[in-house]
């Protein structure tokens, strides 16, 4: 409970200071690849180094493949799968990342079997995942720990040119209802 | 751990000892459906030579070297001599399917294997990459009469080539398929030489994968895009806006009718008249059927926080309003004579249906809607998801017809399980056989036993006005099978009738006869078709379009319209309902007379059928092999033993020679002239220009040869 407190008290800043790339490794298996530029404790709470962390990610499951899960989910980003406008607590994002109960999904990506290779529509999806024009958005799933299988998209990190960001992914969708019925 | 598990002797350790695994490279008669209904001598010379050059057939299973379809490949395991395979058979396959999803994962063998992909492969959806299936009459799983497994067997029509399928006849992509995978039963059973899984089409086994697959797979996508999609406009709509407030939307989208929401407040109508009208609809008993349906709720959760019953509240109330809000409309106010129906701008499950429009992958499948400035329902983002009240409603019921028709096959189209799939698809019998639908055995007896029970129907129905009428008179054994899968808890159909089949079949067979209610009605309008005038098992729609099908009434006098309106286009429909009672109330006589002639025409036809009577024949490949080689073909008379299960060579000592040489050898005798007590003599092959001189003795058979002789491994 302590420590807790302790690393929220260290990140109160919404603006991240570290920059996240995703790296295939020659025997085909991806790393995020985090570089901190020294203003905060980021890369030491996730891998003890000040500068940079290399995790490697670990397989997500009937990802590769057509189930209806990955369809959805794939079909909703940008949809109804929206960031939330909150920017995400650095406490929660260094626990998914050094727990490795994630896996991250982006705009062209060995998972996304559903869209084109390359196609306008798979990198226009992931752009709406940001609130702003970004260069790069990394979706970052909840997985069972076990199993491996996805749970939900929880964060999103957007790429800006001269920033990044983290945000949550909201659960629930906001709508606008255009109609009372006192207009009848 | 497999090993244990089948053979609990613990006698055989090493799997290939009793397993061959083998790649199909084309396919033979040996791993195809028989080309004639009776195995011949054309037949058996066929399969001889190709027992004689297996590697124009197989590979070994680890030969990637002839995989022509980087895809795809077709593998085929033979199980050498398992003793009492019957007991075990199905647990074997079941074990191998849960080991593979295993090893596949998780097995040290895989990574050598897969390298440098093998982290790569714990990611890949293997359950739904790999399909086992038998390729003979033999079941790979126990043959059961479940909505799945029957969906899973229809997956067979999904072989046939991508140019010549006509996927307008194929359910698993309708929008409104029939009422059930047990329909499959009112099709004739294919002949025994009939190619059903289209083998023969294919130079190559990879081909036929790569079609089937690509099939397949389009067919899945595209209704797990249909689902999808439905889930998400249902999870939104249902969440956000109650059915009251879409139905008070749509109150107020009339109250501002111009002439594009005209034809949209028309769609409406005419759709939820179409789909679940209380007594129009023929549609609405199938898709009530979804309230009751467990199979989505595993579906809905892997992708939605909704649930089915919420979706269907909504619906169900949605639809009662819609329907009771049209049917009081002022519709000659609304749709004047000016207005003109744009037919394309129903719903496609609506244009498929009434308009028979065929399918097409490419075609839209988003209904249309009128833009407005201020949508009713939209993500905050900025995604619209409806426009006004009567796009929301028109979403809500083509969601729910989405739901409705991917029900029907949604085991095989969305497998929820983690198993890898297998089916019967070679075998059109064994799912008929589970449903008690067919028995080949017992066809003869059968046949009497029906005789005798249609002559019950005609005493018991005769008297009893009762809709089982018409499930027992269009579908033989149907009332028994349905009654057995209720009791299973297998498929929960109502065990009544099938209102669509029964429309169909009453007028064929009905129609002409006199005092059969034929319903006619002439609607108080000519442009809308959704009002209907109901009286005495008579009904009837008027169109704006006079079609082919109509039937056009100059008047009747039970009906109290709009005179001007008389000699309108105007549709038969028969209410089946009141149609079935009152063919009992009416003409009791004519019932008796109907099942007795039913009876007697099924009697004679069956007894006349010469393809349903079940024949059994066990033939060796390697006697057919033998008896080729010695002879270098196959006789009439060679034929019928090897129908027995004989061979054509005769039990001598030459016989055993020639036996014996055919086996060590690729030799195919076409002249002998030898005998066992001169211990010496010749023998012609076709693999050689000059005689094989051969000499018998204490030390077996030596052969003097200039050429040289292709040993057998």
Same mark, same amino acid.
């Given at each position: 409970?302590?420590?807790?407190?302790?690393?929220?008290?260290?990140?109160?800043?919404?603006?991240?200071?570290?920059?996240?790339? $995703? #790296?295939?490794?020659?025997?085909?298996? =991806?790393?995020? *690849? &985090?570089?901190?530029?020294? /203003?905060?404790? %980021?890369?030491?709470?996730?891998?003890?180094?000040?500068?940079?962390?290399?995790?490697?990610?670990?397989?997500?499951?009937?990802?590769?493949?057509?189930?209806?899960?990955?369809?959805?989910?794939?079909?909703?980003?940008?949809?109804?799968? $929206? #960031?939330?406008?909150?920017?995400?607590? =650095?406490?929660? *994002? &260094?626990?998914?990342?050094? /727990?490795?109960? %994630?896996?991250?999904?982006?705009?062209?990506?060995?998972?996304?079997?559903?869209?084109?290779?390359?196609?306008?529509?798979?990198?226009?999806?992931?752009?709406?995942?940001?609130?702003?024009?970004?260069?790069?958005?990394?979706?970052?799933?909840?997985?069972?720990?076990?199993?491996?299988?996805?749970?939900?998209?929880?964060?999103?990190?957007?790429?800006?040119?001269?920033?990044?960001?983290?945000?949550?992914?909201?659960?629930?969708?906001?709508?606008?209802?255009?109609?009372?019925?006192?207009?009848? | 751990?497999?090993?244990?598990?089948?053979?609990?002797?613990?006698?055989?350790?090493?799997?290939?000892?009793?397993?061959?695994?083998?790649?199909?490279?084309?396919?033979?008669?040996?791993?195809?459906?028989?080309?004639?209904?009776?195995?011949?001598?054309?037949?058996?010379?066929?399969?001889?030579?190709?027992?004689?050059?297996?590697?124009?057939?197989?590979?070994?299973?680890?030969?990637?070297?002839?995989?022509?379809?980087?895809?795809?490949?077709?593998?085929?395991?033979?199980?050498?001599?398992?003793?009492?395979?019957?007991?075990?058979?199905?647990?074997?396959?079941?074990?191998?399917?849960?080991?593979?999803?295993?090893?596949?994962?998780?097995?040290?063998?895989?990574?050598?294997?897969?390298?440098?992909?093998?982290?790569?492969?714990?990611?890949?959806?293997?359950?739904?990459?790999?399909?086992?299936?038998?390729?003979?009459?033999?079941?790979?799983?126990?043959?059961?009469?479940?909505?799945?497994?029957?969906?899973?067997?229809?997956?067979?029509?999904?072989?046939?080539?991508?140019?010549?399928?006509?996927?307008?006849?194929?359910?698993?992509?309708?929008?409104?398929?029939?009422?059930?995978?047990?329909?499959?039963?009112?099709?004739?059973?294919?002949?025994?030489?009939?190619?059903?899984?289209?083998?023969?089409?294919?130079?190559?086994?990879?081909?036929?994968?790569?079609?089937?697959?690509?099939?397949?797979?389009?067919?899945?996508?595209?209704?797990?895009?249909?689902?999808?999609?439905?889930?998400?406009?249902?999870?939104?709509?249902?969440?956000?806006?109650?059915?009251?407030?879409?139905?008070?939307?749509?109150?107020?989208?009339?109250?501002?009718?111009?002439?594009?929401?005209?034809?949209?407040?028309?769609?409406?109508?005419?759709?939820?008249?179409?789909?679940?009208?209380?007594?129009?609809?023929?549609?609405?008993?199938?898709?009530?059927?979804?309230?009751?349906?467990?199979?989505?709720?595993?579906?809905?959760?892997?992708?939605?926080?909704?649930?089915?019953?919420?979706?269907?509240?909504?619906?169900?109330?949605?639809?009662?309003?819609?329907?009771?809000?049209?049917?009081?409309?002022?519709?000659?106010?609304?749709?004047?004579?000016?207005?003109?129906?744009?037919?394309?701008?129903?719903?496609?499950?609506?244009?498929?249906?009434?308009?028979?429009?065929?399918?097409?992958?490419?075609?839209?499948?988003?209904?249309?809607?009128?833009?407005?400035?201020?949508?009713?329902?939209?993500?905050?983002?900025?995604?619209?998801?409806?426009?006004?009240?009567?796009?929301?409603?028109?979403?809500?019921?083509?969601?729910?017809?989405?739901?409705?028709?991917?029900?029907?096959?949604?085991?095989?189209?969305?497998?929820?399980?983690?198993?890898?799939?297998?089916?019967?698809?070679?075998?059109?019998?064994?799912?008929?056989?589970?449903?008690?639908?067919?028995?080949?055995?017992?066809?003869?007896?059968?046949?009497?036993?029906?005789?005798?029970?249609?002559?019950?129907?005609?005493?018991?129905?005769?008297?009893?006005?009762?809709?089982?009428?018409?499930?027992?008179?269009?579908?033989?054994?149907?009332?028994?099978?349905?009654?057995?899968?209720?009791?299973?808890?297998?498929?929960?159909?109502?065990?009544?009738?099938?209102?669509?089949?029964?429309?169909?079949?009453?007028?064929?067979?009905?129609?002409?006869?006199?005092?059969?209610?034929?319903?006619?009605?002439?609607?108080?309008?000519?442009?809308?078709?959704?009002?209907?005038?109901?009286?005495?098992?008579?009904?009837?729609?008027?169109?704006?379009?006079?079609?082919?099908?109509?039937?056009?009434?100059?008047?009747?006098?039970?009906?109290?319209?709009?005179?001007?309106?008389?000699?309108?286009?105007?549709?038969?429909?028969?209410?089946?309902?009141?149609?079935?009672?009152?063919?009992?109330?009416?003409?009791?006589?004519?019932?008796?007379?109907?099942?007795?002639?039913?009876?007697?025409?099924?009697?004679?036809?069956?007894?006349?059928?010469?393809?349903?009577?079940?024949?059994?024949?066990?033939?060796?490949?390697?006697?057919?092999?033998?008896?080729?080689?010695?002879?270098?073909?196959?006789?009439?008379?060679?034929?019928?033993?090897?129908?027995?299960?004989?061979?054509?060579?005769?039990?001598?000592?030459?016989?055993?020679?020639?036996?014996?040489?055919?086996?060590?050898?690729?030799?195919?005798?076409?002249?002998?002239?030898?005998?066992?007590?001169?211990?010496?003599?010749?023998?012609?092959?076709?693999?050689?220009?000059?005689?094989?001189?051969?000499?018998?003795?204490?030390?077996?058979?030596?052969?003097?040869?200039?050429?040289?002789?292709?040993?057998?491994?």
């Amino acid at each position: 409970m302590y420590s807790a407190f302790f690393l929220i008290i260290l990140f109160p800043v919404s603006i991240y200071a570290q920059v996240m790339e $995703l #790296n295939w490794t020659p025997n085909f298996r =991806k790393e995020l *690849v &985090v570089t901190c530029d020294g /203003s905060d404790l %980021f890369c030491e709470s996730l891998c003890e180094a000040t500068s940079q962390c290399v995790i490697k990610e670990g397989p997500c499951r009937d990802c590769i493949g057509t189930s209806l899960k990955i369809n959805h989910l794939i079909s909703e980003i940008g949809n109804t799968i $929206l #960031n939330d406008g909150v920017v995400a607590n =650095k406490t929660s *994002v &260094v626990e998914s990342l050094k /727990s490795n109960r %994630f896996v991250t999904f982006v705009a062209q990506d060995v998972y996304n079997v559903i869209d084109a290779a390359r196609s306008v529509r798979a990198f226009k999806k992931f752009e709406d995942l940001c609130p702003d024009e970004s260069v790069n958005q990394i979706l970052f799933l909840s997985v069972e720990p076990r199993t491996r299988e996805i749970i939900k998209p929880e964060f999103v990190y957007c790429d800006y040119f001269d920033r990044t960001e983290i945000f949550e992914v909201s659960s629930e969708i906001k709508m606008d209802v255009q109609f009372s019925p006192l207009h009848l | 751990m497999l090993e244990t598990n089948w053979i609990k002797s613990g006698k055989i350790s090493d799997a290939k000892q009793y397993s061959e695994c083998k790649i199909i490279k084309k396919f033979s008669t040996l791993n195809s459906n028989l080309t004639v209904s009776k195995p011949d001598r054309t037949l058996f010379e066929e399969m001889a030579k190709e027992i004689e050059s297996p590697e124009s057939f197989t590979a070994a299973c680890d030969d990637f070297s002839e995989l022509t379809q980087p895809e795809v490949a077709l593998y085929q395991f033979d199980l050498k001599n398992p003793e009492n395979f019957d007991e075990y058979g199905f647990d074997f396959w079941h074990s191998l399917k849960i080991y593979l999803s295993w090893a596949f994962r998780n097995s040290p063998e895989m990574k050598p294997l897969a390298e440098p992909f093998d982290y790569l492969f714990q990611s890949a959806n293997l359950e739904e990459m790999v399909l086992f299936f038998s390729n003979g009459c033999q079941s790979i799983k126990p043959a059961t009469c479940s909505e799945k497994d029957l969906s899973l067997d229809n997956l067979r029509y999904l072989t046939a080539t991508t140019g010549e399928l006509d996927w307008s006849k194929l359910e698993s992509v309708r929008h409104v398929p029939d009422s059930s995978p047990l329909e499959e039963f009112s099709k004739p059973l294919p002949l025994l030489e009939e190619d059903i899984l289209n083998l023969g089409d294919y130079e190559s086994a990879d081909e036929w994968v790569k079609n089937f697959r690509d099939n397949f797979v389009r067919t899945r996508g595209y209704n797990k895009i249909r689902l999808s999609r439905a889930v998400t406009n249902l999870s939104l709509i249902t969440q956000n806006v109650s059915s009251e407030l879409v139905k008070n939307k749509v109150v107020k989208d009339i109250s501002e009718l111009n002439s594009e929401s005209k034809q949209q407040l028309y769609y409406l109508c005419s759709e939820f008249s179409l789909a679940a009208d209380k007594d129009l609809s023929f549609l609405r008993k199938d898709i009530w059927r979804l309230k009751d349906l467990k199979i989505f709720d595993q579906v809905l959760k892997d992708i939605s926080q909704s649930n089915l019953e919420s979706f269907w509240k909504h619906f169900e109330t949605l639809s009662s309003d819609i329907n009771s809000l049209c049917q009081n409309l002022k519709q000659r106010s609304i749709w004047d004579e000016d207005f003109q129906l744009q037919k394309e701008g129903f719903s496609p499950w609506y244009q498929e249906l009434v308009y028979e429009k065929s399918f097409n992958f490419t075609d839209d499948v988003t209904i249309s809607y009128e833009k407005v400035s201020k949508p009713f329902l939209s993500i905050q983002s900025g995604n619209v998801i409806c426009q006004n009240g009567i796009h929301c409603a028109r979403l809500v019921l083509d969601s729910i017809m989405s739901l409705s028709s991917i029900s029907h096959n949604l085991s095989a189209l969305v497998p929820g399980s983690r198993e890898v799939m297998s089916n019967n698809m070679a075998n059109p019998y064994s799912s008929r056989m589970a449903c008690g639908a067919y028995d080949p055995w017992a066809k003869r007896n059968a046949t009497i036993f029906d005789f005798f029970q249609d002559l019950a129907q005609t005493a018991v129905f005769g008297l009893l006005p009762t809709p089982v009428y018409v499930g027992a008179t269009l579908d033989p054994k149907r009332v028994v099978s349905f009654d057995t899968l209720i009791k299973e808890g297998q498929v929960y159909y109502d065990p009544n009738f099938n209102t669509k089949r029964l429309k169909l079949a009453l007028i064929a067979d009905l129609g002409p006869l006199t005092g059969i209610p034929c319903s006619v009605s002439i609607s108080g309008s000519r442009l809308n078709p959704f009002q209907y005038y109901m009286f005495n098992g008579i009904s009837a729609s008027t169109c704006k379009e006079r079609s082919t099908n109509d039937v056009v009434v100059s008047s009747s006098s039970e009906v109290d319209s709009d005179k001007n309106y008389r000699q309108a286009c105007a549709t038969c429909a028969i209410n089946l309902q009141t149609v079935a009672s009152s063919a009992s109330i009416i003409n009791p006589l004519f019932r008796v007379s109907f099942f007795l002639i039913k009876g007697v025409v099924r009697l004679v036809s069956n007894l006349k059928d010469p393809h349903d009577l079940a024949r059994d024949w066990s033939v060796s490949p390697n006697l057919v092999s033998l008896s080729y080689r010695y002879r270098g073909e196959i006789s009439k008379s060679c034929s019928k033993k090897l129908l027995k299960g004989k061979s054509c060579l005769e039990k001598s000592c030459e016989g055993e020679i020639l036996d014996e040489l055919t086996s060590k050898y690729f030799i195919s005798p076409t002249l002998t002239d030898f005998s066992c007590i001169g211990g010496k003599g010749y023998l012609e092959i076709k693999e050689c220009d000059h005689p094989l001189q051969l000499k018998f003795g204490r030390n077996g058979t030596t052969i003097s040869t200039e050429c040289k002789l292709k040993k057998r491994i």
